[in-house]
């Protein structure tokens, strides 16, 4: 099939010269044929006839053509995303019409380990495809209300074989990471199963299938996680190293009732993709020098603070990887350990047994180490020995949950860490998040003139980058820290000493283009 694909391109390149200007912007091949076909360089028809020559395929009948119904299990999302449209199928087979054969093999591929089916393809005009799919799905919707019949339940439930299942789940976690996924959402719903997977930090529906499949696949995963799969009454939490091809990545499993089921979260990291270089986080070079000094100092605490999901721990495992050069004994204390790294010594913390941040800590501190992560200072306890290690000659990095780099030493204080103590210790802190970046190859649009945008499925976004508001505690910081000056205060002298709030530096990401304001907004508002 590869052969015939670059011996299509070239029948294209033949007829329309400027194809090939195209592909060597980037462009992928299906959207360089819809572009030509869009600016009347070429019709949909000669497009066909050209696949239909080299492939030796022949094109769709439209003549005869019936409106097919509604096939169950595939989203309309996923087949306008891949220019697809169930035509004809039994319990064997599945028939699609295909606006483009370039991806045929994989699509086969995909639709085969969800459906157990022998998939082909015929070959028909976008146009036919688009309009079509518009109004299955709408005529779908208004007649049936998205609810599967008793009979279709039977047979899929039927067609759900352990062989099929482990395909389908390995083919999730397959597509996951090629889409950059940081985590896997299962979710049984009323009438059915879906899967969401979170992209750049936005949840995408990826499949939707019928519940009745859905026992199998909770068992599955749960198989993977080495969690009990007879258990659906409580939460459980599992951990495992999977391989995907040559791939290997630790997924960590989390389950939770619901009443539909359990919702089953799958967080995905992958060891190969992570490269944790604080030259690679987003952060300008006039920030990122001065963040540099910070890391230099011998002891004191340095934190990051941010919410959930907004980047502290790779801002973390990069600080330690600059810091690692097998001249310093660092240790950390986590909860989970998210990544291995060759040369620190990690230890995850284990409430079972009585292995808490607290008492991790105390023990580290008889390690002689250099540098400590800690992975959160959650409680009082915790920032209490953590302190003391910072005044006895250790660099402690650490985190916590505030808006902003103000609101650290504010929380602090709540946990009942004494003002001169903070003054004394805290050296920096990082405040973050991580925006969306625009997409290089539509420049955020979502579409371009081969329509919706295959690089990063139409949100107009490719990958995330950081913003920032980086505190540094000197003298006078630290006087209106011993006299408990109000945050705002607090604030006004960082400002006045040459903070740059998180707005501001997210705003000069929009500036030069690197995102924009209104995901500036969505992230960062009430900052």
Not at 4 to 19: F, M, N, V
Not at 37 to 60: H, K, M, Q, T
Request: hydrophobic letters at 40%.
């Amino acid at each position: 099939m590869v052969h015939r694909i670059e011996e299509l391109k070239r029948a294209i390149q033949e007829r329309c010269p400027e194809y090939g200007e195209l592909l060597a912007e980037g462009m992928a091949p299906a959207d360089a044929d819809r572009a030509l076909a869009e600016r009347g360089a070429v019709s949909e028809n000669d497009l066909l006839a050209i696949y239909s020559r080299v492939l030796g395929v022949e094109p769709f009948d439209e003549e005869n053509f019936r409106q097919p119904e509604r096939f169950d299990g595939i989203s309309e999302e996923y087949l306008v995303n891949q220019e697809l449209l169930p035509y004809r199928w039994d319990d064997e087979t599945l028939e699609l019409l295909s606006a483009s054969p370039y991806e045929w093999e994989r699509q086969a591929y995909e639709l085969n380990a969800f459906f157990g089916r022998q998939v082909t393809f015929k070959l028909a005009r976008r146009s036919l495809i688009e309009r079509m799919t518009a109004k299955v799905y709408q005529e779908a919707e208004e007649e049936e209300g998205r609810h599967f019949s008793g009979d279709d339940e039977h047979k899929l439930r039927q067609l759900a074989g352990e062989a099929k299942i482990v395909r389908l789940v390995n083919e999730m976690l397959s597509q996951a990471l090629e889409r950059n996924a940081s985590d896997i959402h299962v979710e049984p719903e009323e009438t059915q199963l879906v899967i969401r997977f979170r992209i750049d930090g936005v949840l995408h529906e990826y499949l939707s299938l019928p519940l009745s499949d859905y026992p199998a696949i909770a068992s599955r995963i749960k198989l993977i996680g080495a969690l009990n799969i007879a258990e659906s009454r409580l939460p459980q939490d599992g951990r495992t190293n999977f391989q995907i091809g040559r791939r290997e990545i630790d997924i960590r499993i989390s389950t939770i009732p619901i009443m539909n089921g359990e919702s089953i979260v799958m967080r995905l990291l992958r060891k190969d993709a992570m490269k944790f270089d604080l030259r690679e986080l987003g952060m300008n070079e006039t920030l990122l020098g001065k963040f540099e000094e910070l890391i230099s100092i011998p002891h004191g605490i340095l934190l990051v603070v941010g919410p959930t999901g907004s980047g502290k721990t790779t801002t973390l495992y990069s600080v330690m990887q600059q810091l690692n050069d097998r001249k310093r004994k660092i240790i950390t204390v986590e909860d989970p350990v998210e990544y291995q790294l060759p040369g620190l010594s990690q230890m995850q913390v284990n409430p079972k047994i009585g292995l808490s941040f607290a008492s991790g800590l105390r023990h580290i501190v008889r390690q002689d180490p250099d540098v400590i992560l800690v992975g959160e200072i959650r409680d009082r306890e915790t920032a209490d020995i953590a302190i003391n290690a910072a005044l006895t000659g250790h660099l402690v990095l650490s985190t916590l949950h505030t808006n902003d780099a103000v609101g650290a030493i504010t929380r602090l204080s709540d946990m009942g860490v004494e003002g001169f103590l903070v003054a004394s210790a805290l050296f920096g802190v990082l405040s973050q998040r991580l925006v969306r970046r625009v997409c290089p190859h539509c420049r955020g649009a979502g579409s371009g003139p081969a329509g919706r945008c295959r690089n990063c499925g139409g949100s107009g976004y490719r990958g995330r980058t950081g913003i920032y508001e980086l505190l540094r505690i000197d003298d006078e910081l630290r006087g209106a820290i011993v006299a408990k000056r109000p945050s705002g205060e607090i604030n006004e002298i960082a400002r006045r000493n040459g903070m740059i709030p998180l707005l501001e530096d997210g705003q000069s990401k929009v500036e030069q283009g690197i995102t924009t304001e209104a995901e500036l907004l969505r992230i960062a508002a009430g900052v």
